[in-house]
């Protein structure tokens, strides 16, 4: 098993910058990738950025992709999401995720892709 806890989340205008961390316990060896998510409001869960735990390598949905740089502390095993430039349609409840290794592929963008959830952290941004 694999434990997840965010943090970081608050309250911001728009123009900002947040940094939302995610520390990972308990079977991290077993970890092939992370990633976060975001849910607002009425709306479905929606991909934000992954990284492979191994290689560190990053992938991001188009609507952040130059505002939000997601990086991880090997030693420390957290995963974080720093977000730049923020707007008011970031708004939404931001869940960290890992993936187990031993698949063939990997879709990150998919939520089914992952294994374990962290309980989510809040990010508003006011206009």
């Known amino acids: 098993q694999v434990q997840l806890v965010e943090s970081g989340g608050g309250l911001v205008q728009s123009g900002d910058s947040l940094r939302l961390s995610c520390a990972a316990s308990?079977?991290?060896?077993?970890?092939?990738?992370m990633g976060w998510f975001r849910q607002a409001p009425g709306m479905e869960r929606e991909y934000v950025a992954a990284?492979?735990?191994?290689?560190?390598?990053?992938y991001y949905a188009a609507s952040v992709k130059g505002r939000f740089t997601i990086s991880r502390d090997n030693a420390e095993n957290t995963v974080t999401l720093q977000m730049n430039s923020l707007k008011p349609e970031d708004t939404a409840t931001y869940y960290c995720?890992?993936?187990?290794?031993?698949?063939?592929?990997?879709?990150?963008?998919?939520?089914?892709?992952?294994?374990?959830w962290g309980q989510g952290t809040q990010v508003t941004v006011s206009s």
């Open positions: 995720a890992a993936a187990k290794s031993g698949r063939t592929s990997y879709i990150l963008a998919e939520l089914k892709t992952y294994d374990y």
């Open positions: 308990g079977r991290t060896f077993s970890i092939h990738s």
């Open positions: 990284i492979n735990w191994s290689s560190s390598r990053a």
